[in-house]
């Protein structure tokens, strides 16, 4: 690894543990909670403690006056809940764009097992490549998603690691996927891979419910979190950010996060 990219990698994370907020959504689904004053949300995540947040480079120049000195990534392809197809993520930008948006690291998003999944190796493999010439780190955000995929199947957990697994081959710095529900079936993902693996936020529950699969996640041995939703729109995101903050970075148990946060703990 070059000396470039070991510096932004640090700039993304904390002791090679990683906080990150994608809050690209405003492609995927417009203007929702937590995206129209994002400067405010940028400001409160990251004074929660999140090490990186992640958009794409249109609106880079809200981003860099709030972050208070966390890192920025940006976010290279996408596609709408409106479109034909969710799954059919389309190329938004490239390396030098990131660049010239201040980018510490770029992402790229592919679906394992979609009918998209041939052109999305291609692209990302591509992306790697080139990011690699300026040592700038690529965040893979590989789901395992298809029409032979099933989440409820018990060797789901199987096609997750496969997913992350790929990432490595093609050449990604840092993996992202989808929790497989319980530190026991995601040990199987982490180990898939040599790369930290960080998981998705997955759908908003409860505090206790989002502290406590993070807790998870770290059980299993991955290295943290790139959570959107689930911190950009809850109702106070600097607060959830702490709490993801002290589980991923101090090792804090769900109640300790939750506490020390200043969320409520359930009896």
Do not use: C, W
Not at 41 to 57: E, F, H
Request: aromatic residues 4%; glycine residues 10%.
């Amino acid at each position: 690894m070059t000396a470039g990219k070991r510096a932004r990698l640090e700039r993304i994370g904390t002791d090679d543990t990683y906080v990150i907020i994608p809050m690209d959504h405003g492609i995927t689904m417009g203007a929702v909670k937590g995206l129209k004053d994002i400067e405010s949300t940028i400001d409160a995540v990251t004074s929660g403690g999140a090490d990186a947040v992640l958009t794409q480079r249109g609106i880079a120049g809200r981003v860099h006056p709030n972050k208070n000195d966390a890192g920025y990534i940006t976010h290279l392809n996408g596609s709408t809940t409106i479109g034909p197809d969710e799954q059919d993520k389309r190329t938004t930008g490239t390396v030098e764009d990131a660049i010239r948006a201040g980018a510490d690291a770029v992402s790229f998003h592919i679906n394992v097992g979609s009918q998209y999944e041939p052109e999305q190796i291609e692209e990302l493999s591509e992306l790697t490549t080139e990011a690699s010439q300026y040592g700038l780190p690529v965040l893979a955000m590989a789901y395992a998603r298809g029409p032979d995929i099933d989440a409820e199947n018990e060797d789901y957990n199987q096609s997750v690691g496969h997913a992350v697994r790929l990432a490595e081959e093609l050449g990604a710095d840092i993996v992202k996927t989808g929790y497989t529900g319980s530190a026991e079936t995601f040990q199987h993902v982490v180990e898939s891979t040599s790369l930290p693996v960080v998981i998705a936020g997955g759908s908003k529950g409860t505090d206790e419910d989002t502290v406590r699969m993070v807790r998870g996640t770290m059980d299993a041995g991955a290295s943290g979190v790139s959570m959107g939703r689930s911190i950009f729109q809850h109702d106070e995101p600097e607060k959830i950010a702490r709490a993801v903050s002290a589980v991923v970075h101090d090792d804090a148990t769900t109640e300790e996060a939750l506490r020390e946060a200043g969320l409520a703990v359930e009896a």
